[in-house]
């Protein structure tokens, strides 16, 4: 969220008395009012802090917990398992929706949107992924990224695309950013966007040379413009 600055008005110079004066007289004509206000601030204060502490913490602890044996199913492709958990261990979908605003709840949201891609209900990968409200850098952006994924899957490029290059611009780093705009640079060349699929080539080439995808990007650029003019 930007935040919006007022510019001082040019060759206005204030007084310092005169500031100090005026914030004495509104302390003064609202002390009441502010320290009624300063108190329930403190009761708000005190109260998220002891949430936190009394409810919060250990539902978060909690939820850790619980979700290693969906963990290890989703490690070992026991896909159903992993979702729906076992006789003693909850899966995923119980851990999101009994635990949804601690960190193992959202990232249970992120393991439910992997496993329906692997499913092949992108409808449903998608919802889930747009739910994982993540901590990790990482993992945002993966979240962000697979729904461009499902996007393609559904034949929707126009919207992969924009989610691909979201994803490539959140969290720079060598391994999602070219990742993300190698596979918006494929979808601008599919559309024939040869100078958009360019401009992404170009980055990948350019901003990340040693990456994995730098080599191909490079040829992927040349060809772009080519077609481009």
């Known amino acids: ?4 600055h007022t510019a001082p008005n040019e060759g206005h110079d204030l007084d310092l008395g005169e500031v100090y004066t005026r914030t004495e007289l509104f302390l003064d004509k609202h002390k009441k009012s502010i320290t009624i206000g300063a108190i329930g601030l403190l009761v708000v204060v005190g109260g998220v802090l002891g949430y936190k502490k009394l409810v919060a913490e250990p539902k978060a602890q909690e939820a850790a917990e619980l979700m290693w044996k969906a963990e290890y199913y989703f490690g070992i492709d026991s896909l159903d398992k992993a979702l729906n958990g076992d006789d003693q261990w909850p899966g995923f979908l119980s851990v999101a929706q009994d635990y949804g605003s601690t960190p193992s709840g959202e990232l249970a949201n992120y393991y439910i949107g992997a496993i329906y891609m692997q499913k092949g209900d992108y409808e ?3 919802n889930y992924y747009k739910e994982a409200d993540l ?8 979240a962000v990224g697979g729904q461009g994924d499902a996007m393609v899957e559904l034949g929707r490029n126009d919207e992969a695309v924009k989610l691909f290059e979201k994803a490539a611009g959140m969290a720079k780093n060598d391994f999602t950013t070219p990742m993300y705009l190698m596979k918006a640079g494929i979808l601008h060349e599919q559309a024939g966007n040869w100078k958009e699929a360019a401009k992404a080539f170009k980055r990948v080439a350019d901003e990340f040379p040693t990456s994995s995808d730098a080599s191909q990007a490079r040829k992927y650029a040349g060809h772009a413009e080519a077609m481009g003019g």
């Not at 969220?1 to 919006?4: G, I, R, T």
């Open 1 to 4: 969220m930007s935040s919006k």
């Open 124 to 126: 449903a990968a998608i």
């Open 135 to 142: 901590g990790d850098d990482v993992l945002r952006v993966m």
